[in-house]
């Protein structure tokens, strides 16, 4: 079966060092998001992402967040100057169609940890 | 966004039927019902979803209110690997496929 795939699977960063999170959605898919899951809470939605651009995004997402497609594969998160705060599991996810029926399928996730 | 209710936590015996309810009384004409479930250090995993008839996967069966104010998922035979958070979940209309995932319940199964 098609799986998103994530890494890394755990970075340890510095408070204030930029990171990129990379993902592969599953190839035919055409929607991407990241989630975020802080240890011990919900998962919370950061941002849609369609044709190149952010369709949606959260409160969480400032603008020391950042998404991009640099390619026809990837989908990658970057923040810019990291908190300890945004120490969390991020989940990237992608779908095929933007339908309210469709499946949402996820990946295991990158854990974060800012020291 | 339409909101549901779920019990914090569960318990079920290994080979069991589990059945897990939802309430969502505001749910509207278009609001899907989606389950999802996260495994310990997983990411969430898609089980089954719905909008007025029961449905049945090879996962699971969701079971829907005649009035959509609720619905319940039922695993048939609980195995210690579906041991997870369930998210019971409402997508709107113009929602985009976004998820708002609450709590959840947390099911533990006892062999």
Redesign the interface.
Known sequence: EPEVTQTPSHQVTQMGQEVILRCVPISNHLYFYWYRQILGQKVEFLVSFYNNEISEKSEIFDDQFSVERPDGSNFTLKIRSTKLEDSAMYFCASTHLRATGNTIYFGEGSWLTVV | DAKTTQPNSMESNEEEPVHLPCNHSTISG???IHWYR?LPS?????VI?G?TSNVNNRMASLAIAEDRKSSTLILHRATLRDAAVY?CIL???N??????????TELSVKP
Do not use: A, N
Not at chain 2, 42 to 46: C, L, W
């Open positions: 278009t609001d899907y996260q997983q990411g969430p995993e898609y979803h909008l998210y997508i709107g209309h929602q985009g496929g976004k998820l708002i995932f609450g709590q959840g």
